[in-house]
């Protein structure tokens, strides 16, 4: 975190994730306390678990599969997308654990940020996505991912 968002708030759901949000944004459960929703400026960024569809066991590579999988399913149906990027972020680094995000470009000014989190050799996976005017990316989502912990995976020793 930088320190134009040290007036940001930490919040956790155990078992889950712990991150930082703005102070003006709101944050609750939604889809039957399965989804966390973080609010600010009129965008979300959402973050579930979701049972692995493409491996039986988590890693790397089949998170990518994983994450490939989803933006087929959920984001190529509904939105036309320009370019995509897949790639391990460089600000994540826990012990056994494995993360891979996803930057899709949608017309001239939208993007969707996503990454998954999976604990190595575990059966589901941690995936928080944004989408929303490209201009917003740098602060509200990015800040908000580079401080999560997925506390899901890290309990178990990771």
């Keep these: 975190m930088t320190n134009e968002h040290a007036d940001w708030l930490t919040v956790e759901y155990p078992n889950f994730a712990s991150f930082c949000i703005p102070p003006d944004a709101t944050h609750e459960l939604i889809d039957d306390d399965s989804t966390i929703c ?5 965008t979300d960024v959402l973050a579930s678990l979701y ?8 890693c790397n590579d089949s998170l990518e599969l994983e994450l490939r999988d ?3 399913r959920c984001i190529r149906p509904r939105a036309e997308i320009d370019t995509v990027s897949y790639e391990p972020p460089v600000d994540v680094d826990f012990t056994g654990i494995a993360c891979i995000q996803s930057v899709l470009t949608i ?15 575990g059966d589901q996976m941690m995936l928080i996505h944004w989408n929303g005017p490209r201009e917003l990316a740098p602060d509200f989502p990015m ?8 506390l899901f995976a890290t309990q178990y020793g990771g």
Aim: charged share 20%; glycine share 8%.
């Design 70 to 72: 989803f933006t087929d």
């Design 107 to 121: 017309g001239d000014n939208r993007i969707w940020l996503a990454r998954a989190y999976a604990r190595i050799g």
């Design 38 to 42: 973080v609010t600010h400026k009129a």
């Design 143 to 150: 800040g908000l991912f580079v401080s999560l912990v997925p």
């Design 51 to 58: 049972p692995l569809r493409q491996s039986l066991s988590a």
